[in-house]
């Protein structure tokens, strides 16, 4: 299973960051499998982000929740996500991943990650 | 939120030796605690799962143990490749997924 993040590298404040994930070598629509965002501001530590299953249920860091859309493609097989209302502190490389079922919830395929840059 | 606290956050140590880092969680997560290495400019990699089950791949002298909220990573005679940054994470359901900030080893 790969996973590939795709989108702008830069983005302006008060702007929308969107990104989309690319899966190949398996089905998104995979049962059980979970598809994630996970970013990380440089020199910094991991943040997760969001879920969301192939049915389409959702699950928010909600520390972000007001900000976050994460959404699924399946004729596609990728995955996206939108953050509203950038600031400079969403600079970050934004890591897309995936898991197994509930309670196998551990990242065990991650793409290679894709710097997004806040500023005007 | 269950809060991942990893210390210490830098541990120096000698090629050969061993080398234990630490994770507490604010709050059990039973058995439900993974640790990822990331080396310079790659993403993280999975090493341990459920605590102590070492992924696909991951050298022997990798070692997990612990439960509820004090776990440990145990890396016997730490090689060249080991001295990077270690994040351990989280997973209880449903997803309010949580890492520590990280522990780096140095030479």
């Known amino acids: 299973l790969q996973l590939q993040e795709s989108g702008p590298g830069l983005v302006k404040p008060s702007e929308t960051l969107s990104l989309s994930c690319s899966v190949s070598?398996?089905?998104?629509?995979?049962?059980?499998?979970?598809w994630g965002w996970i970013r990380q501001p440089p020199g910094k530590g991991l943040e997760w982000i969001a879920n969301i299953f192939y049915t389409g249920s959702t699950y928010y860091n909600p520390s972000l929740k007001s900000r976050l859309t994460i959404s699924v493609d399946t004729s596609k097989n990728q995955f996206s996500l939108n953050l509203r209302s950038v600031a400079a502190a969403d600079t970050a490389v934004y890591y897309c991943?995936?898991?197994?079922?509930?309670?196998?919830?551990?990242?065990?395929?991650w793409g290679q990650g894709a710097l997004v840059i806040v500023s005007s | 939120e269950i809060v991942m606290t990893q210390f210490p956050a830098t541990l120096s140590v000698s090629p050969g030796e061993r080398a234990t880092l630490s994770c507490r969680a604010s709050?059990?997560?039973?058995?439900?605690l993974a640790w990822y290495q990331q080396k310079p400019g790659q993403a993280p990699r999975l090493l341990i799962y459920d605590a102590s089950t070492r992924a696909t791949g991951v050298p022997a002298r990798f070692s997990g143990s612990g439960s509820g909220t004090e776990f440990t990573l145990t890396i016997s005679s730490l090689q060249s490749e080991d001295f990077v940054v270690y994040y351990c994470q989280q997973y209880d359901w449903p997803p309010r997924y949580t890492f520590g900030q990280g522990t780096k080893l140095e030479i």
């Open positions: 070598g398996g089905s998104i629509s995979r049962s059980s499998y979970y």
């Open positions: 709050q059990s997560v039973n058995r439900h």
């Open positions: 991943a995936s898991h197994g079922p509930p309670m196998e919830s551990f990242f065990d395929h």
